[in-house]
Each structure stands twice: as structure tokens, then as C-alpha cells.
């Protein structure tokens, strides 16, 4: 089952990616709302994309369609506290249904 760690820095924010125990490195920004990266904490073009690059990452689809991401933004990702949080693959289908 795979973890999301998304931590702010005073450079941006990051998201780890772990699977299982492994760390799995950076979550790939599969950039398409905001050329700026990722954002949490409120819907928007940054919270968007990292909605989508999670949905893509955990369906293996770099272009993942709107209707799976969508939902993740609004139930999810609008909700992360500023500092981060995490966020997991169970709370991730527990909002939409993944294929």
C-alpha cells in the first residue's frame, strides 16, 4: 500500500512517495494546472496537480482523466493541513474507484 508524505520547505513543496517500507522517491509532477507544483490545503491549480499526479502514479497513467482526480482534490488535498500531512492510497480509493 503505498504512503504520500507531502512536507513544505521555505522552497516549495515536496511529496515522498513510499510503498510499503520502501522509499520510493519524489512523486513525478505530472504538470497540467500549475507549471509551479504542488499545493495543499485549499482546491486550486496546485492541489490539482498533486491530486492528479497521485491518481496517476497509483493507476500508472500519466494522464489520468478529471473525473478520478477531481473528487481526490476536493476530499483529500483541500483538507491537508499547511505544514503537510500524509496521505494514503486507502484514503485515495476510499474516494474514488480506482480501475
Request: proline residues 10%.
Amino acid at each position: 500500500m503505498k504512503r504520500y508524505v507531502l512536507t513544505r520547505f521555505p522552497s516549495g513543496c515536496v511529496v515522498r512517495v513510499f510503498d510499503g517500507e520502501r522509499d520510493a522517491g519524489l512523486l513525478r509532477h505530472l504538470v497540467y494546472h500549475s507549471p509551479d507544483g504542488f499545493e495543499w490545503g485549499y482546491g486550486g491549480s496546485g492541489p490539482s496537480d498533486l491530486a492528479r499526479s497521485i491518481v496517476g502514479d497509483l493507476i500508472c497513467d500519466p494522464n489520468p482523466p478529471p473525473a478520478l482526480y477531481r473528487p481526490v482534490v476536493t476530499y483529500l488535498v483541500a483538507r491537508v493541513p499547511d505544514e503537510g500531512g500524509e496521505l494514503t492510497e486507502a484514503d485515495v480509493r476510499r474516494v474514488v474507484s480506482l480501475p
